[in-house]
């Protein structure tokens, strides 16, 4: 995939569009091309449709929030930024 040169690890469907994360970061996947999410390496992704984010936990024990726009694509919310609690999993 071209824009993407790495282990992908995670792939998801989020608004029409899918998304593939790992080692690489998180990108987002259109055809045979890549546009980045996050360039951070993933170990984490998922999407909540309840707060209309998509969350990603980084290898570096971050989590970041992103929201998703038909015309500026994916933009970082910071939602999360006072969270202080270890997190190993979401559902």
């Known amino acids: 995939m071209e824009g993407t040169e790495g282990k992908v690890s995670l792939l998801i469907e989020a608004y029409g569009k899918f998304l593939a ?3 690489i970061g998180a990108v987002e996947v259109e055809g045979l091309k890549s546009k980045p999410i996050i360039l ?4 984490l992704l998922f999407l909540s449709p309840s707060l ?5 936990g ?3 024990e971050a989590v970041k929030s ?4 038909q015309t500026e694509g994916w933009k970082e919310t ?3 930024d006072s969270l ?3 997190v190993t999993y979401m559902f």
């Open 58 to 60: 980084t290898v570096n």
């Open 52 to 56: 209309n984010q998509l969350l990603i």
């Open 84 to 86: 202080q609690e270890y």
């Open 40 to 43: 951070e390496p993933v170990s």
């Open 78 to 80: 910071h939602l999360l």
């Open 21 to 23: 994360a790992g080692i």
């Open 66 to 69: 992103f929201s998703f726009n």
